[in-house]
């Protein structure tokens, strides 16, 4: 049993009249009595009447303290104002106290607080100076529901603000002090009540507390009752005040643990804390399951805890608790009463849903699937993938209704990628019955067009156009097309006839105009090509499977091989063929003189001509390599097959490609260089490069092979043309040609006739022709038999015109440098043809 303690004032004027113990239990310390003195006494309020009489008496405050010892122990007291003396002395008090040693409790285990005006407390000393034993404690009632919840509802707008800084103070011994002030202690007193019942129960029986203090500053209880006279410390951090006296608190309290709370006591429901009051989900949840309505962070907690738990939860329960979480019974928008959601909140929902949806009759978890379904459309929360059975009848037919124009709106939504929010809300209107129809190509566009993530396009003539607008962030829902299509677009090809037809137009659409971008988005997609039997040849190559090694050898197999994927003749639609051109040779490719030569031949002119592909076969001979052979013979189909259709710039280019495939052979004719540089001159545009040097290179190894007319060599030497020149020293020095002076007597002759010939012509000839002399002919002519130089010099002495005497004096040891004088035209006019 615990010890108890009497503490009360001495009369004035007597030898003792300070307050001192008048009965004192027998186990109780010096220690102890020294520390209990300092925390009971009495002071009055500083506004009391100085000789009050009876009914003012009882009008002074209570003190009523639950303090903490050093020792651990704790110390309940309750102190009186008992009067004055008739010479108005000090006020005289009286305190009665029990002491709870560290770690019990009072007997029955009841809360400090509930002890409040009990009976067991003496406002007198006992006569005998010995207090009866405490076994056990009668509550004086405070704790009563009858009793708290009018004081709670006449309190509702201070209950949360003063709740969070309890959750706070209760938490952390440094968090400061709680200081109520009202005008009566017994006030303070059912504060103290509400604060207990919220409280987890070990902290309750923990939370030290007094019903009044004329100051403030003087305690250290963690609850602080005051007066409006007792000394203010509203300035002072250390103390969270209030002031039940003064105006309401304004503003909303961010606690959702506090703002529970305090909703459960306006609505009288204290019951509903005999669990841990703490525990918030499982109390937001009583809280609902109850009918009180909760803010929206507080319903998020209530549904995110429900998920988790609903297989330990009731049928009747879990409707119940959908009831309070949908505003109303009944799921339609018309009789909602509460307002939508915020975002925690409906990603809550939804989640709960998902783990209610199917597992539970649709009677249970139907309302949920509307309010869900009603807040994603009209809040843009997460939309729910409900099932056909997942609503009620009525449910679906008053969502349909109410939700018809939001759900259109969503899905024309431009800001949104198409594949989140909109497709989603497509799979909405489908499950209400809402005709979308004619929405579908639009939507449908979209679609394709961020899968393939490539602008507009118009799909005649291959132009680009703006591309709409893209929204910031991941797109397609946040999948990357890299990697695919999205799930959620898949899911909606497989299930949608309309979309899927609509998309798959879009889709042709753009592959018809850019078939490597779409490609490269679309192969090995596992976009289902094969729900519709026919019909989209372009996007049915762009998704067909890479090539192969061998195909990729075999390049004109890979363009049968895509043809025959889609299905339909380049003749009766060209367009195929421009597709499966590009598709086989990429931007950066160009079919060879042969492939596209065969292409020429195969399809027909007129087949490319309507497909647009003539420019591709074009390009492909005026781009070709100096090794591409057949260049020159694709010129020449493509000279009679677009006879009328070749701009002047084009026409010129082939021509002159063209007769570089004819030199060498019965039909290159007479003046080729003038022909060539004719040609170039009067180009009408720039000839591309690959040609003019293809022309000079296929020129230069005509003269030097020979026999060539010597008007051809005089037409070479003053034409000025430095790439025709350079193209003719560089295939001077190739080997092909050393090995032919090396073999070749008459060749040597030859070549010293034509590299001698013309001195002095032009600067640039002169520069070319020593340059073969010295660098190519004489070290081979020096290295050369006796027996090979004389065949060398018979060769010359046919060819007359002083040309064996000029050989002497250009091969004689030390007459390099004066004959290099004679053979560059010093002093000598210019050597004519047949001279």
């Not at 720039?686 to 030097?704: G, K, M, Q, S």
């Not at 004489?778 to 010359?796: D, K, M, N, S, Y």
Request: net charge negative.
């Amino acid at each position: 049993m615990p010890a108890q303690l009497h503490y009360t004032s001495g009369p004035s004027g007597s030898e003792d009249s300070g307050p001192r113990f008048t009965a004192v239990g027998a186990e109780v310390s010096p220690g102890v009595l020294r520390e209990a003195a300092r925390l009971l006494g009495y002071e009055p309020p500083p506004d009391s009447p100085r000789q009050p009489d009876a009914e003012q008496l009882k009008r002074f405050p209570t003190v009523f303290g639950f303090s903490e010892l050093a020792d651990g122990g704790r110390l309940l007291s309750r102190s009186v104002c008992t009067g004055t003396d008739w010479a108005g002395g000090p006020v005289s008090f009286h305190t009665h106290a029990v002491l709870l040693p560290a770690g019990t409790r009072l007997p029955d285990g009841v809360l400090p607080i509930s002890t409040w005006e009990s009976p067991r407390w003496a406002d007198s000393t006992p006569a005998d100076g010995r207090p009866d034993p405490v076994d056990r404690v009668e509550p004086s009632g405070l704790l009563r529901k009858e009793a708290l919840v009018p004081f709670a509802v006449s309190r509702a707008e201070r209950l949360a603000a003063f709740f969070a800084d309890l959750r706070a103070v209760a938490a952390d011994p440094g968090a400061g002090q709680i200081v109520v002030v009202e005008h009566d202690s017994a006030d303070v007193a059912r504060w103290i009540a509400l604060a207990c019942t919220v409280l987890p129960r070990e902290q309750a029986h923990r939370l030290t507390f007094t019903t009044y203090t004329r100051d403030p500053r003087q305690t250290r209880q963690q609850l602080v009752g005051a007066l409006p006279s007792s000394e203010p410390v509203t300035d002072d951090g250390r103390y969270r005040v209030h002031n039940c006296t003064g105006r309401q608190p304004s503003g909303p309290v961010a606690d959702t643990w506090a703002e529970v709370c305090a909703r459960v006591w306006r609505a009288g429901r204290p019951d509903l804390f005999h669990n841990d009051p703490e525990d918030l989900g499982p109390l937001a949840v009583s809280a609902l399951v109850a009918g009180i309505d909760l803010r929206t962070d507080a319903r998020a907690v209530a549904a995110s805890w429900a998920a988790e738990q609903v297989d330990a939860l009731s049928d009747d329960r879990l409707t119940a608790l959908v009831a309070g979480l949908c505003g109303s019974p009944v799921p339609h928008l018309g009789s909602r009463s509460t307002a939508l959601p915020g975002e925690a909140e409906q990603a809550a929902l939804a989640v709960l849903l998902a783990r209610l949806d199917g597992r539970v009759p649709a009677s249970v978890s139907g309302p949920l699937a509307a309010r869900v379904l009603a807040s994603a459309v009209l809040a843009r929360g997460p939309v729910p993938a409900l099932r056909a059975g997942s609503l009620t009848a009525r449910a679906h037919d008053d969502l349909a209704r109410d939700l018809a124009p939001a759900l259109r709106a969503g899905i024309a939504d431009t800001a949104e990628p198409a594949a989140g929010r909109p497709l989603a809300l497509l799979r909405s209107a489908d499950l209400l019955d809402v005709d979308c129809q004619d929405q579908l190509p639009e939507l449908a566009e979209r679609l394709a067009r961020e899968l393939v993530d490539t602008p507009a396009t118009n799909a005649t003539t291959g132009s680009a156009t703006k591309p709409s607008p893209e929204p910031t962030g991941t797109r397609h829902g946040g999948e990357p097309p890299a990697d695919g299509c999205p799930t959620a677009l898949l899911d909606a090809v497989h299930t949608h006839p309309g979309l899927r037809v609509a998309l798959f137009g879009s889709l042709d659409t753009l592959a018809s105009a850019e078939p490597p971008a779409v490609a490269r988005v679309l192969r090995d997609s596992g976009l289902p090509l094969r729900l519709q039997q026919s019909g989209f040849p372009h996007l049915r190559m762009c998704a067909a499977p890479a090539a192969t090694p061998a195909e990729s050898a075999d390049r004109l197999d890979r363009f049968h091989g895509l043809l025959r994927t889609a299905g339909v003749s380049p003749h009766a639609d060209p367009t195929v063929l421009r597709t499966a051109l590009r598709l086989t040779w990429s931007d950066d490719e160009l079919p060879t003189g042969q492939e596209a030569g065969l292409l020429l031949k195969e399809l027909g002119s007129d087949s490319h001509r309507a497909a647009g592909t003539r420019e591709l076969l074009i390009e492909a001979a005026l781009a070709a390599p100096p090794d591409d052979r057949d260049a020159p013979a694709l010129a020449t189909d493509l000279l009679r097959c677009f006879t009328t259709e070749l701009r002047p710039g084009q026409r010129t280019a082939l021509q002159l490609l063209e007769f570089t495939g004819l030199l060498g052979t019965a039909n290159e004719g007479e003046e080729w260089i003038g022909r060539v540089l004719s040609l170039k001159a009067d180009a009408a545009e720039p000839i591309p490069e690959t040609v003019t040097d293809r022309a000079f290179e296929a020129l230069a190894w005509r003269l030097l092979k020979g026999p060539a007319p010597a008007n051809e060599l005089y037409a070479l030497a003053p034409s000025a043309e430095p790439r025709l020149l350079a193209a003719y020293e560089r295939a001077g020095r190739s080997d092909q040609v050393s090995e032919r002076l090396r073999t070749g007597p008459a060749y040597v002759a030859a070549r010293f006739c034509d590299w001698s010939a013309f001195p002095g012509t032009d600067p640039a000839w002169d520069e070319t022709r020593t340059a073969l002399l010295t660098k190519v002919l004489r070290p081979i002519v020096r290295a050369l038999t006796a027996e090979t130089q004389g065949e060398v010099q018979t060769a010359l002495d046919h060819a007359g015109r002083g040309k064996l005497d000029a050989f002497h004096a250009w091969n004689r040891p030390g007459a390099l440098g004066r004959l290099a004088g004679r053979l560059s035209g010093r002093g000598r006019r210019t050597e004519q043809p047949g001279t």
